[in-house]
């Protein structure tokens, strides 16, 4: 778009998709197709048309090259707005970016997309635009969100052991918490209750089974840290 004679920037949304698999934080990525940066991953996403607002833009792309309707995600919201010229031929862009969440995620071959598949985090492969950046903002952001808010319901089974739930936190913290302190902290809260069911894993004692009061997003009284 022009006025008076000013190119104004290109307006685009992306998706960043975050679960667990193997314990281990992973991230959404699309093969491109074509020009800029033919072959390289990206997240999903394109422009933003008119008429549309960015979350019914960001959610259409997103199904359209990966086969993954963002509202059946744990939780996904607007993270931030990226202002860049990094490989848009046009020029000057924005990026309008939403982050979520959620389990059970399988990506789907789309007639859009040559391919869409699950990245660890710590092990990412060469991306296009500024990507890497858009994701570590992102992680960063994911990251205090499990100290103020119950983010880590999206991204673990309905039920849970509290070594289950432990990992979860550690995988995405990228570092090991110390068993008791953890589980005496988090029972503090009072957001998971026992289900009075046990879970069986091999020779070990059966582990109690804990379920989250909420499955939406809630903010904490106090920060879980």
Request: a positive charge; hydrophobic letters at 40%; zero cysteines.
């Amino acid at each position: 778009m022009t006025v008076a004679g000013v190119k104004t920037p290109e307006v685009y949304v992306d998706g960043v998709l975050f679960q667990l698999l193997d314990n281990e934080l992973t991230v959404l990525l699309t093969q491109r197709t074509r020009s800029p940066f033919k072959g390289q991953w990206a997240l999903p996403g394109g422009p933003d048309p008119i008429k549309q607002t960015t979350y019914q833009a960001m959610s259409h792309w997103v199904k359209e090259k990966t086969g993954v309707k963002v509202d059946k995600l744990g939780f996904i919201e607007q993270l931030y707005s990226f202002d860049t010229v990094v490989g848009n031929p046009d020029g000057p862009a924005i990026s309008v970016v939403y982050m979520g969440a959620g389990r059970d995620i399988i990506p789907k071959a789309t007639p859009i997309t040559r391919n869409s598949q699950f990245f660890p985090v710590s092990s990412l492969p060469e991306l296009a635009f500024d990507h890497n950046e858009i994701i570590r903002y992102a992680h960063d952001r994911l990251r205090a969100k499990l100290s103020y808010t119950n983010a880590v319901f999206a991204m673990i089974p309905k039920l849970f052991t509290l070594s289950q739930l432990q990992s979860a936190y550690e995988a995405v913290l990228g570092e090991k918490l110390d068993k008791r302190n953890f589980r005496k902290k988090f029972l503090s809260l009072g957001l998971v209750h026992p289900t009075g069911e046990l879970h069986m894993e091999g020779a070990h004692r059966p582990a109690r089974l804990y379920k989250f009061n909420e499955q939406t997003l809630e903010y904490l009284s106090r920060s879980f840290d």
